[in-house]
């Protein structure tokens, strides 16, 4: 069965930082990607950012291309997002996706909190 469990989130002031895992067990995910998706409050869930386990392709949504950098540890599982220059409208519940070999996002986390504040 497969999890994908994130960590990271948190209360964070205006212009910090942050470094989202998500750590996934169940299968095996060379094939697949990995990404992350978020959803803010009375929003749908959008998708922020994916990479390909095996080449690493990276690829992001063009509202988040400067600020935030998806990465992998093959070994691991394990993706990250590194989320600087936090904006209020960065608050949403950040969610890990894996696309299997890479088609429909078929696996969910459970999603991690990131709420951006004066």
């Known amino acids: 069965q497969v999890q994908l469990v994130e960590s990271g989130g948190g209360l964070v002031q205006i212009g910090g930082s942050l470094r989202l895992s998500c750590a996934a067990s169940?299968?095996?995910?060379?094939?697949?990607?990995m990404g992350w998706f978020r959803q803010a409050p009375g929003k749908e869930r959008d998708f922020v950012a994916g990479?390909?386990?095996?080449?690493?392709?990276?690829y992001y949504a063009d509202s988040v291309k400067g600020r935030f950098t998806i990465s992998r540890d093959k070994s691991k599982n394990t993706v990250y997002l590194q989320i600087n220059s936090l904006k209020p409208e960065d608050t949403a519940v950040y969610y890990c996706?894996?696309?299997?070999?890479?088609?429909?996002?078929?696996?969910w986390g459970q999603g991690t909190h990131v709420t951006v504040s004066s």
């Open positions: 990479i390909s386990m095996n080449f690493g392709t990276i």
């Open positions: 996706a894996v696309a299997v070999a890479g088609q429909d996002w078929n696996y």
């Open positions: 169940g299968r095996t995910f060379s094939r697949d990607h």
